[in-house]
C-alpha cells in the first residue's frame, strides 16, 4: 500500500512485529504526552489517529485486516486524516466514552459497550509502570503481641498438665493430629512458638524417660508424658488459631503478593431468575463482569489494589448483596453495577433509591447501596479497623453508547451514582493519595472482606 501517509506502526513508534503489551506500552506512553489536555487542542487530530491506531493493532482480526492491506490489499479500515478540520471539530463534541481506551476484548468479551477512558487523568499508570504487583507490604499481617503472648503460656501448662493426665490426653490423639497439621498448612501461628514448645516437650520428655531408664523406674510414664504435653501444645495452639486467627486472618499470607481478585463477578446472580426477570439478571452480571475487568485493568498497576467481588449484604440472609469492594492500604470503596439504558438518573439524597428520567416523568429504582456502606462502616470499627477509611459508588454502565448517560447526586451522601469514567479516575485517585498507601495491602482488612463473601 504505497503512501506518503504513516503507518499505524510508525504513528505509534513500534515495529510491525510488535507484541501487544509493546503496542499498550508505547500507546500510553505517547497518548500522555499528545493528549489535547496536555499538549492543546491543535494534536487533538493526532491523538485521534493515535487513538485509531491502538484500536486497530490491539485487535488480532483488525490487525490481520491491516497488516494484509500493507502488503497491497484493499484497506479495511482506514485512518482517520490528522489534517481534517471536520472530523476534529466533530471528535471534540464526542463524550470521553466514545474516543478514550478500552479495556481490551479478551478481558471482557461481553455484550456491553467498552466504554473509553482518558488515561491522560491516570498518573498511576506511570508512576507504577513496571512495578510488580508481588512488591506490595503486607500491613497487620501477624498476630498481636497477646495472642503470641497467650499461645506460648498456654503451652507452657500445658506441658505440665499434661504430664499429670498423660492417659487422658492420649485419647484426644486422632482429632488432634487433624489440627496439628491445619495450623502448620495454613502457617498462621509463629513458628517460631511452635518450634520452642514441642522442642522444650521433646527434650524434657527424652530426659524424663532416660532417668527413668537408669534408675530402673518405668519408662512408660515419661513417654505416655511426652505424647500428652505435645498433643497439649497441639490443643492450645489450635485454641488461639480457632479463636484470634482463623477469623481474623482469613487471607493467606502466601496468596497476598501475587493474587488480585476473589470472587466471580455476578455469581450471586445466578439464581436471581427467581428474583429478577432473565434480562435484568443477564445485565446484573455483565456488569459486574464489566466493572470487575475495568477495576483490574487501570487499577491494577497500582501494587497495593485488592479486589474481592459478591460479598454479603450486612445483617441479613434476603439474597441481596454488594458487588465488589476494592481495597487499597487502609481504604476499601464498596461498589455496586448496574447496566442500563441511556438516560437521566439521579441518587436521592437520605434514601435507597434512584430517581429515573425527567422532571414529570419519574420513575425509581431501588438502591441499596447507601444503607450497606453505613452498615459496613459500623462492622469495620466493630471488628476494630476503626482507622479504614470508606467510600460508596453505584457504577452505571450504558447499554448503548449512541445516547448519553446524564448521572447526578441530590447530596453529598455516603454513596455516589458515576459513570465507569469517574469510578476509575476517583479511586485510582484516592488510592494513590499517599504512596506508601498505595503500595501497602491491610491483611486484617482483607480478611475481613472474604469473611463478607459468599
Known amino acids: 500500500m504505497p503512501t506518503s501517509e504513516p503507518t499505524l506502526y510508525e504513528v505509534l513508534g513500534v515495529a510491525p512485529d510488535a507484541d501487544p503489551a509493546e503496542i499498550k506500552a508505547a500507546f500510553r506512553k505517547r497518548a500522555r504526552k499528545m493528549h489535547p489536555d496536555v499538549a492543546g487542542d491543535e494534536m487533538r487530530s493526532f491523538y485521534l489517529l493515535l487513538q485509531h491506531a491502538h484500536e486497530v493493532l490491539s485487535e488480532p482480526g483488525r490487525r490481520a485486516e491491516y497488516d494484509r492491506s500493507l502488503r497491497g490489499g484493499a484497506p479495511s479500515s482506514s485512518p482517520p486524516p490528522p489534517d481534517s478540520e471536520t472530523r476534529a471539530g466533530a471528535a471534540s463534541e464526542e463524550p470521553p466514552a466514545v474516543w478514550g481506551e478500552r479495556v481490551p476484548d479478551d478481558v471482557y468479551g461481553g455484550p456491553l459497550p467498552r466504554e473509553g477512558h482518558d488515561i491522560s487523568r491516570m498518573p498511576w499508570l506511570r508512576s507504577f509502570e513496571g512495578v510488580e504487583r508481588s512488591s506490595a507490604v503486607i500491613t497487620h499481617g501477624g498476630l498481636r503481641w497477646w495472642q503470641t503472648a497467650l499461645i506460648g503460656a498456654g503451652g507452657l501448662v500445658l506441658v505440665a498438665v499434661s504430664y499429670l493426665l498423660s492417659p487422658l490426653v492420649v485419647l484426644l490423639v486422632p482429632g488432634l493430629l487433624w489440627a496439628v497439621?491445619?495450623?502448620?498448612?495454613?502457617?498462621?501461628?509463629?513458628?517460631?512458638?511452635?518450634?520452642?514448645?514441642?522442642?522444650?516437650?521433646?527434650?524434657?520428655?527424652?530426659?524424663?524417660?532416660?532417668?527413668?531408664?537408669?534408675?530402673?523406674?518405668?519408662?512408660?510414664?515419661?513417654?505416655?508424658?511426652?505424647?500428652?504435653?505435645?498433643?497439649?501444645?497441639?490443643?492450645?495452639?489450635?485454641?488461639?488459631?480457632?479463636?484470634?486467627?482463623?477469623?481474623?486472618?482469613?487471607?493467606?499470607?502466601?496468596?497476598?503478593?501475587?493474587?488480585?481478585?476473589?470472587?466471580?463477578?455476578?455469581?450471586?446472580?445466578?439464581?436471581?431468575?427467581?428474583?429478577f426477570s432473565l434480562d435484568a439478571t443477564l445485565d446484573g452480571i455483565e456488569g459486574e463482569r464489566l466493572t470487575a475487568a475495568e477495576l483490574a485493568w487501570f487499577l491494577g498497576a497500582i501494587p497495593g489494589v485488592r479486589l474481592v467481588n459478591s460479598i454479603e449484604f450486612p445483617g441479613t440472609s434476603s439474597g441481596a448483596d454488594v458487588d465488589h469492594a476494592v481495597a487499597c492500604g487502609d481504604k476499601v470503596a464498596f461498589i455496586d453495577s448496574k447496566a442500563w439504558k441511556p438516560g437521566q438518573y439521579a441518587l436521592v439524597d437520605g434514601q435507597d433509591a434512584i430517581r429515573v428520567g425527567a422532571a414529570g416523568a419519574w420513575d425509581y429504582h431501588a438502591a441499596h447501596m447507601p444503607t450497606a456502606v453505613r452498615l459496613y462502616q459500623a462492622l469495620l470499627v466493630k471488628r476494630r479497623l476503626r482507622g479504614v477509611e470508606v467510600r460508596g459508588f453505584i457504577v452505571v454502565h450504558p447499554k448503548s453508547l449512541a445516547e448519553p448517560l446524564r448521572l447526578s447526586n441530590d447530596g453529598p451522601g455516603p454513596v455516589r451514582l458515576v459513570t465507569a469514567q469517574e469510578l476509575i479516575t476517583e479511586l485510582g485517585a484516592w488510592f494513590t493519595e499517599d504512596e506508601d498507601s498505595a503500595r501497602s495491602v491491610n491483611r486484617r482488612l482483607l480478611s475481613f472482606l472474604l469473611r463478607s463473601g459468599r
Open 181 to 275: 497439621l491445619r495450623i502448620w498448612w495454613i502457617r498462621r501461628v509463629p513458628e517460631v512458638i511452635c518450634v520452642l514448645l514441642l522442642a522444650f516437650a521433646l527434650l524434657s520428655g527424652v530426659m524424663a524417660t532416660l532417668v527413668a531408664v537408669v534408675q530402673g523406674q518405668a519408662w512408660q510414664w515419661p513417654v505416655l508424658g511426652t505424647i500428652g504435653s505435645l498433643l497439649g501444645i497441639f490443643a492450645a495452639l489450635w485454641a488461639v488459631y480457632d479463636l484470634a486467627v482463623r477469623e481474623p486472618l482469613r487471607a493467606r499470607r502466601r496468596d497476598i503478593p501475587q493474587g488480585f481478585s476473589w470472587g466471580e463477578p455476578g455469581q450471586n446472580l445466578a439464581d436471581g431468575q427467581g428474583r
